[in-house]
């Protein structure tokens, strides 16, 4: 779903434009990182919840209680992103298709053993975390320092977690 600039029909600005310092194409690139890191924190959202229901095996409460972590950070996470994106002057996408347009992260394999969903979350947050320092550095080049100050904080989690999903791995 893409208008006459090669941009989703999510990036669509407000009647009253932002005048934060920022220009609009550099805020409109910002914007594109903000809105994949959205869908994607969505998606990894419900695939985190999949895995928390459906893991089995010796480790079951170790990993129902680990997913539970990682599906309450990113759910309490959405928001500060979304309105990021509003404060920049456009909308953040709010429904399942746009989600789904938006996202690379594939979905989850509830009949997955244990180990399998472990390493399938930790390809996925170190996914996250290079693709974070990508659009993170668009930011930081725009001087965008509440969009950056907003990666920092979300690397620092992220990192955190992806370290403790190396180590519970044998
Ligand atoms: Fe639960």
Not at 8 to 36: F, N, S, W
Not at 44 to 52: E, F, I, V
Not at 93 to 120: C, F, T, V, W, Y
């Amino acid at each position: 779903m893409q208008n006459n600039n090669g941009q989703t029909d999510t990036l669509q600005t407000t009647k009253v434009e932002p005048h934060i310092g920022i220009e609009e194409h550099q805020r409109a690139e910002i914007v594109d990182g903000l809105q994949r890191f959205l869908a994607n924190t969505y998606t990894l959202h419900l695939k985190t919840l999949n895995y928390h229901w459906h893991v089995k095996g010796m480790h079951f409460q170790t990993l129902h209680n680990f997913f539970e972590e990682l599906y309450t950070d990113l759910n309490e996470s959405m928001d500060e992103i979304a309105e990021r994106v509003l404060q920049l002057g456009f909308k953040a996408p709010g429904n399942l298709r746009a989600m789904q347009e938006l996202s690379n992260i594939k979905a989850g394999n509830e009949h997955a053993s244990a180990d399998q969903m472990l390493s399938d979350l930790l390809n996925d947050y170190q996914w996250m975390i290079r693709s974070m320092r990508q659009w993170r550095a668009m930011a930081d080049e725009a001087g965008d320092a509440a969009t950056v100050a907003m990666f920092d904080d979300r690397l620092t989690v992220f990192e955190k977690q992806a370290w403790m999903m190396r180590a519970m791995q044998s």
